[in-house]
């Protein structure tokens, strides 16, 4: 379980389990941050939230993971779990997973993908 950027590191370490044929039960993700781009469409659309306001959100990817380096790191299902191989998405290992988000979040497109 985890909220925000917990959530994306939750379903990280989830995805390197299944990777390795561990099971996870289930996961539970609250308004996940996935995507260091920080680029959607519900970034555009709730730019003017202050509860995560769109400004921090791309700092925080900046000092957590430099978009710039995504390409060129082989593990980047890491930090970015929907990029993992389809055969460990698919696997018995992949826990079934619930995902909250909410209707004024910038994260809200990260969640919905």
């Known amino acids: 379980a985890g909220a925000s950027a917990g959530a994306g590191v939750a379903a ?16 539970f993700l609250d308004e996940p941050c996935l ?7 519900s970034f555009a659309v709730n730019s ?5 306001p769109v400004a921090w959100l791309r700092w925080s990817w900046s000092v957590y993971y430099p978009f710039e380096h995504a390409d060129a790191v082989s593990d980047r299902f890491f930090v970015l ?3 993992a ?15 909250i988000t909410a209707s004024a ?4 497109a990260e969640g919905a993908a």
Do not use: C, F, K, M
């Not at 990280?12 to 996961?27: E, F, K, N, W």
């Not at 191989?85 to 995902?99: N, R, Y």
């Open 85 to 99: 191989e389809p055969d460990v998405l698919g696997s018995p290992a992949h826990p079934t997973t619930l995902v």
């Open 105 to 108: 979040d910038p994260l809200r």
């Open 35 to 41: 995507d260091p781009r920080a680029n959607s469409a």
């Open 12 to 27: 990280a370490v989830a995805t390197d389990a299944a990777r390795r044929g561990v099971a996870v039960r289930s996961l």
């Open 81 to 83: 779990p929907r990029l």
């Open 48 to 52: 003017a939230t202050t509860i995560a």
